[in-house]
């Protein structure tokens, strides 16, 4: 197998556990505003000020699967690492590299005019919404991320 090879392997799977995890987002939101009836669950990310950054996090969260889905498959296929941890490892990057870089949005947008004052931007736009999006994210993550390795796993007796 070439490199070329294993990298298409990872990013074609890291976009497939990218989308498994948007819909299990969507799914554990539109549960948790359920109770505003089944349109206003489904329509969640409506009920809040912050779309650009869902929308935003989507796409870097898309770019970041196919970024780290290529690095877990040469690591899992050309460099035979353990395919759980790779698997786990890339998920939790992609989970917080998408929620530190969307993070930036609502800084640069409400945070800048607070530096300086008693308000502390960079904890409210930064640390606070990267912790709550881990810690929320972070057991789907282990097992999309388990599920991931696997699938790339697989394609290595494919190939023999």
Not at 32 to 58: C, D, E, K, M, P
Not at 59 to 73: D, E, N, P, R, T
Not at 86 to 104: D, E, H, K, Q, R
């Amino acid at each position: 197998m070439t490199e070329r090879e294993a990298k298409k392997i990872g990013s074609r799977q890291g976009l497939l556990s990218v989308g498994i995890g948007l819909l299990t987002a969507q799914i554990l939101m539109m549960w948790f505003f359920s109770q505003h009836g089944i349109i206003q669950g489904f329509l969640w990310f409506t009920t809040f000020r912050y779309n650009l950054n869902v929308v935003i996090g989507a796409i870097i969260m898309l770019l970041s699967g196919h970024v780290f889905g290529q690095i877990a498959g040469k690591a899992i296929l050309l460099q035979k690492r353990n395919y759980l941890l790779i698997g786990i490892v890339c998920g939790l990057a992609v989970l917080t590299t998408s929620a530190f870089l969307a993070s930036w949005i609502a800084f640069f947008q409400e945070g800048i005019p607070l530096l300086g004052t008693n308000d502390d931007p960079f904890f409210d736009y930064i640390y606070k919404p990267v912790f709550w999006i881990v810690c929320g994210g972070i057991l789907p993550v282990v097992f999309v991320g388990m599920w991931f390795g696997r699938q790339i796993k697989k394609y290595e007796t494919r190939t023999k």
